[in-house]
């Protein structure tokens, strides 16, 4: 919140302040007193090190997410296939129902025309 007074931002400000004691014991020190400008050197690694380590972090990735994924694949192969299975047996039902009642048509035909074509025997 400004105060209409200043004219740069919080950063400008933090940079001018002069430096603080260091905290005594009980007080919380304040982020300038805890993190130093300076960066420890970084050790150049090779590239076979660089190898190992995304090898054995791949190995550690499936290790953790193959059950998972296995899962996963599972269920939407059981889904798809119930779905297919589902629409063949649709089929099948439907196919068997057409045969099934055409030939019963075909008997009742068959009996029909047997039973007109039978001399009375009166």
Known sequence: MSDGKSSGNDADRTQKLPPRAPAR????????????????????????????????????????????????????????????????LEGVRAELTNGVTQMVREAVAASVARALALPDSD
């Open 25 to 88: 014991d009980g007080e919380v020190p304040v982020l300038t007193e805890t993190v130093s400008d300076q960066r420890a050197p970084r050790r150049a690694v090779d590239n076979a090190a660089l190898e190992a380590l995304a090898r054995e972090l791949e190995r550690a990735v499936l290790e953790r997410l193959g059950p998972e994924v296995d899962r996963v694949i599972e269920e939407k192969l059981a889904r798809k296939l119930n779905q297919v299975l589902g629409q063949a």
